[in-house]
């Protein structure tokens, strides 16, 4: 394997690779210290802490005068590229992540607000896709360059496991905003001609609401995800441990079948049952019967469903009765 020879110095000289993080870190503060840019990061503050875009006059600009997010991004490109020419072996200073066809630059994130580019490569035919994805997110978008075809799709409340879809096919183009309700509007790529460069600001609530995914074809809902990042954290660690066998972690698991979200309590449940039959057996009695509890029904229906397939666990029931 061939490797670079300034690749290679910096296993005994460092210095090199802190200098170019510092030239390009320098470069990211002058342009974020300007007056103009300065007047919009404060704007997204303010929005980031609940303020509507149209109190945030600078930063509301950007969203609905394309030419104007065009000019900010053109002059973060002068700022950063030639430092980059100069420093090849420094890295990005922001947050970024490529995933596929889509790579995204975070460019500012205040409280529930982010800012960031976003960048849909060319896709070699129309997007075949089945289910689309609403999430608790207001967004909004500046076409920088390129074209696409897409389309909005929004939907209603019809019920708990299903909703009626429309849709709407739209061309974009340089110059074009779009407005986002991401609990009833979201935007499907639909062909990607060249490139398509695009501005973006979001923002969640404090406590989202879950994520929904439907089938296009008859609005059912496939898929519910938590929209708050520590339930998802939290089920993260339950199937951790789970995998892990870690029998320790089972009373714990039972305490997480008490308060919070219910899909969360339903996980720790499934998660202790499998690591540790009475302490999982208890808390799914103390679930099923508590009539107060959300989670009540689908915690008798498994109960008896468990007792039906394994009757040694109704000597578990016995032992855990008062009487």
């Not at 090199?16 to 990061?41: C, H, V, Y």
């Not at 790579?103 to 849909?120: F, K």
């Amino acid at each position: 394997m061939r490797i670079d020879p300034e690749l290679y110095a910096l296993r005994s000289n460092s210095a090199p690779q802190r200098k170019a993080q510092q030239m390009l870190e320098g470069a990211k503060d002058d342009w974020r210290s300007t007056p103009q840019n300065r007047a919009i990061f404060d704007d997204l503050a303010r929005f980031g802490a609940g303020a509507a875009l149209h109190e945030c006059d600078r930063l509301e600009r950007l969203f609905t005068q394309a030419k104007t997010a065009r000019v900010f991004t053109e002059k973060l490109i002068a700022a950063l590229l030639p430092e980059m020419a100069s420093h090849p072996l420094g890295q990005i200073p922001f947050r970024h992540q490529n995933s596929g066809a889509v790579s995204v630059l975070q460019i500012a994130a205040s409280g529930q607000a982010t800012m960031s580019l976003v960048m849909y490569e060319r896709t070699g035919g129309s997007c075949d896709q089945q289910t689309v994805c609403f999430t608790d997110c207001q967004r909004h978008e500046a076409v920088l360059a390129g074209h696409a075809a897409i389309e909005i799709v929004r939907r209603d409340n019809s019920g708990e496991n299903t909703a009626n879809l429309h849709q709407e096919s739209l061309a974009l183009a340089q110059g074009d905003t779009l407005a986002l309700s991401g609990r009833t509007e979201t935007k499907i790529i639909k062909q990607v001609a060249d490139r398509l460069l695009v501005l973006r600001l979001s923002r969640s609530p404090v406590s989202p609401m879950a994520s929904l995914e439907f089938r296009l074809s008859d609005g059912v809902l496939v898929h519910r995800a938590s929209g708050e990042r520590r339930d998802s954290r939290h089920e993260l660690m339950l199937a951790l441990l789970g995998r892990m066998g870690r029998i320790d972690a089972a009373p714990i698991m039972a305490e997480m079948t008490q308060t919070g979200a219910d899909h969360l309590r339903w996980e720790a449940l499934r998660e202790c049952l499998a690591l540790d039959t009475v302490e999982g057996f208890s808390a799914l009695n103390a679930m099923a019967k508590d009539q107060g509890d959300t989670l009540c029904v689908h915690a008798q229906t498994l109960r008896a469903q468990l007792i039906e397939t394994h009757p040694e666990l109704a000597a578990i029931e016995s032992m855990l009765c008062p009487a």
